[in-house]
């Protein structure tokens, strides 16, 4: 049986990962958004909403009926114990619509966005880990002019991930972003290439989607 390719795509804060995103998309590959289905699962009418309401209360929801993930967020942040029980309710349901999604694709590999991959210990059946790099200083440049926030907010939010150097021991792969969107076309351009080629010859028996196998160096 042949298994789909995954590589888990990932990096700090502004790193790069939805410019590097649109690029693999821009050249057909399906890329699967963790972040997006998290909204998606959490909209009002949808179970995890529900939960997640009976755990935090109504205050953390906004005048259009909306969660208040700003708010949710500073919560968890000083509550572990919320946080776990908040990645109990999301996880399964974000690994179960990951699993439709790469059903439903046809391609040799996809490309699963999982901004907190490395902080969060969740497991999506990883096989390759693409780490963007970028050093704080410029992770800082891009973020303030992306977001208009202020040095200071976006320099904890930096600090409250994983450290640089931890996250790039995890990577298979790098794409480092310093340069400019035509030097970062080109990175993917030839990553696109090598999981093409590493895609042919992967062939696995049944392994579970839950196994992580980085054996294909
Ligand atoms: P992330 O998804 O990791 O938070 P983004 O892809 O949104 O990061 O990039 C952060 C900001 O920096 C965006 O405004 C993006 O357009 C810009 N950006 C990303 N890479 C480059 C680059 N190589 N050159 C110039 N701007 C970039």
Sequence with gaps: ???????????????????????????????????????????????????????????????????????????????????????????????????????????????????????????YGIDRILVIDAPVKIQLKRIIKRDGISEDLALSIIESQIDRQERLSSADDIIVNTGDTKHLEREVAILHRKYLDLASTYETVQQSSSERSVNIH
């Design 1 to 123: 049986m042949k298994k789909m390719l995954r590589i888990g795509l990932t990096g700090g804060i502004a790193s790069g990962k939805s410019t590097v995103s649109n690029m693999f998309r821009s050249l057909g590959v399906p890329v699967i958004d963790a972040d997006e289905i998290v909204r998606e699962i959490s909209r009002p009418g949808e179970p995890a909403y529900d939960e997640i309401i009976a755990l935090f209360g109504n205050n953390i929801v906004n005048e259009e009926g909306y969660l208040r993930r700003d708010l949710i967020k500073d919560i968890i942040f000083k509550k572990t114990e919320l946080k776990n029980k908040l990645e109990n309710i999301i996880h399964p349901r974000v690994r179960d619509e990951i699993e439709e999604r790469i059903a439903s694709s046809n391609y040799p590999y996809c490309i699963l966005s999982i901004p907190l991959l490395l902080e969060t210990g969740a497991d």
